[in-house]
């Protein structure tokens, strides 16, 4: 079931009154995927310094990456992780060379 299911089923048995101890665990599974996502987005909020700071304008792999920072990124922070960051959430930060293997380096 979608997220906004959820909440608009809660709304309704809020409004209604009816089955408040079902109300009461949709809220709780809420608040937990909610939970959830805010510790994942301050585990790429701490990680973003140490990834950006190693790049330079010398164009480098994610694993060529990965390897100069893996011991300085929070706990569980993984090369995949450090791919999707720098493709999506810092993309406009991070200078793109496309090749046989993509290659990414600091934006001037």
Do not use: C
Request: negative net charge; hydrophobic residues 40%; aromatic residues 6%.
């Amino acid at each position: 079931m979608k997220k906004v299911s959820l909440q608009s089923l809660v709304a309704h048995l809020t409004e209604t009154g009816a089955l408040p101890e079902i109300r009461d665990e949709i809220v709780a599974e809420l608040a937990k995927g909610e939970a959830k996502a805010q510790a994942n987005r301050d585990l790429y909020a701490e990680a973003k310094d140490i990834v950006l700071g190693a790049l330079s304008d010398t164009p480098v792999t994610v694993a060529e990456l990965y390897e100069e920072v893996k011991d300085a990124l929070p706990e569980g922070f993984s090369k995949g992780k450090v791919q999707y960051a720098i493709t999506r959430l810092w993309a406009d930060e991070v200078a793109k060379t496309e090749g046989k293997v993509n290659t990414y380096s600091r934006k001037v």
